[in-house]
Structures are given as structure tokens and as C-alpha cells.
Nanobody, 125 residues
Framework: QVQPVESGGGLVQPGGSLRLSCVGS????????VAWFRQAPGNKRAGVSC????????YYVDSVKGRFTISSDNAKNTVYLQMDSLKPEDTAVYYC??????????????????WGQGTQVTVSS
């Protein structure tokens, strides 16, 4: 079964940092676009960042630019999302999603074929 597996969520104070991991299970992430989405209660699932592993291009939504960094370690079949200077409004369930390289930079959820179960990130004092 093809399914990315997320980890690394938790409770952190405002201004703190977390690093999320997405491991490819049954899929080699190095051939695909890998995106992070998030969904807060009452909100739609929204894209946060994406990496195109075919050429290393990275994409971010404006609200996280300068604070979040997406990266890929192909030897570990893992994509990371380093989140710094976290704010309460970053609180959400974070999902890893995998799609063909052509969807990189686009954050329509229907463009991505494989989804993880999500990991909770809570930013609170």
C-alpha cells in the first residue's frame, strides 16, 4: 500500500520550532512532488509548501515564507518541513501529500494522489 507517513507534530510555544517528517511507504518520494497541507478546525485543507523532487524546486504560501523550510533526503526517502517562529495560527493537522512532478507549486488538494494520516501541531502558551 502506498501511503506517506508523517511524524514530528506536537505542542510548542509561540516562537518555537518543530520539524515534521514525511516518509515514503511503498513509494520513492524522490520521483515525485511532495507537499505539506494543513487543516485547522472549521477550515478547509490548505497547501503550505511543496518540493519538486525532480529538480529540487520549492514553493511556499505567503503566510509561511521565511519561517518554514521544506527539504528532501532521498537516501532516507523522507521529506521534511522545518517550522520556525511558530504562531498560534499555525495550529492545525499537517498532512503530507504526494503527486506527479507536474503538480509542484500548485496547492489544489485534488491534484495529489497519496495522503498521509496527518500529525497534529499545536502552538500555544
Amino acid at each position: 500500500q502506498v501511503q506517506p507517513v508523517e511524524s514530528g507534530g506536537g505542542l510548542v510555544q509561540p516562537g518555537g520550532s518543530l520539524r515534521l517528517s514525511c516518509v515514503g511507504s511503498g513509494i520513492v518520494l524522490g520521483y515525485f512532488a511532495v507537499a505539506w497541507f494543513r487543516q485547522a478546525p472549521g477550515n478547509k485543507r490548505a497547501g503550505v509548501s511543496c518540493i519538486d523532487n525532480s529538480d529540487g524546486s520549492t514553493y511556499y504560501v505567503d503566510s509561511v515564507k521565511g519561517r518554514f523550510t521544506i527539504s528532501s533526503d532521498n537516501a532516507k526517502n523522507t521529506v521534511y518541513l522545518q517550522m520556525d517562529s511558530l504562531k498560534p495560527e499555525d495550529t492545525a493537522v499537517y498532512y503530507c501529500a504526494v503527486g506527479v512532478p507536474g503538480v509542484a507549486g500548485h496547492f489544489g488538494a485534488n491534484l495529489y494522489d497519496h495522503w498521509g494520516q496527518g500529525t497534529q501541531v499545536t502552538v500555544s502558551s
